[in-house]
């Protein structure tokens, strides 16, 4: 590992990935999946092998996941909703969740379209995110899917980081460095 890179690996896909400060003395790895479609499509495949037969939707948010969540709709057939992180206009009656992360350093809220909760409604939905640190997103997002009236049958990430005993599947873990 250099100071400026680290390695993540993905099935047959490995990617040097800059090291970015979040805090003062704290640097993550930052993982782009946007633009990446080896690694997005690595990582579906490898995630696929975790999803529960009874999924009937896969949940995820914006940005970064949306990736993720296509790719895995494309190989499994199973549809995916995508939760916004802020008010659209088109929107009616949303499902509003605020989110309680700790890694963003930032309040955040959710916001599900009641058209698109309608779809969940009943349904059994796999959560999907590219990085699980603190567990508040994820938690937040399956608050969504619980008050849409889904039931969630898995958490999926393609990355986990951090000390959460979430009950999370993940492929790969990714350290919190700490600098002198």
């Known amino acids: 590992m250099s100071m ?5 690996t993905v099935g ?6 800059p090291l ?6 704290v640097r993550i790895p930052l ?7 080896e690694l997005v499509n690595a990582a579906a495949e490898a995630l696929l092998k975790h999803l529960p037969p009874e999924t009937d939707y896969l949940l995820t948010m914006e940005t970064s996941p949306i ?5 895995m709709s494309e190989m499994s057939g199973k549809p995916y909703v995508v939760v916004r992180r ?14 309680q992360s700790l890694t963003l350093g ?12 309608e779809k969940l409604l009943g349904q059994n939905v796999s959560l999907v995110v ?34 959460n005993k979430l009950p999370v599947t993940f492929l790969s873990e990714i350290p919190i460095l700490q600098t002198a």
Do not use: N
């Not at 990736?67 to 790719?71: C, D, F, I, K």
């Open 4 to 8: 400026d890179t680290y390695p993540i």
């Open 12 to 17: 047959r896909v490995t990617r040097h990935v």
């Open 20 to 25: 970015v400060e979040t805090l003062p003395g």
């Open 31 to 37: 993982i782009e999946l946007m633009g990446d479609v």
């Open 67 to 71: 990736v993720l969540a296509h790719a």
């Open 86 to 99: 802020r008010r659209r206009p088109y929107m009616q009656d949303p499902i509003i969740q605020e989110v």
């Open 106 to 117: 930032v309040s955040e809220t959710l916001w599900l379209d009641s058209r698109m909760a």
């Open 130 to 163: 590219d990085v699980v640190s603190s567990g508040g997103t994820i938690m937040a997002l399956e608050k969504v899917a619980i008050r849409a009236g889904a039931k969630v049958v898995a958490r999926l990430a393609a990355f986990h980081q951090g000390t």
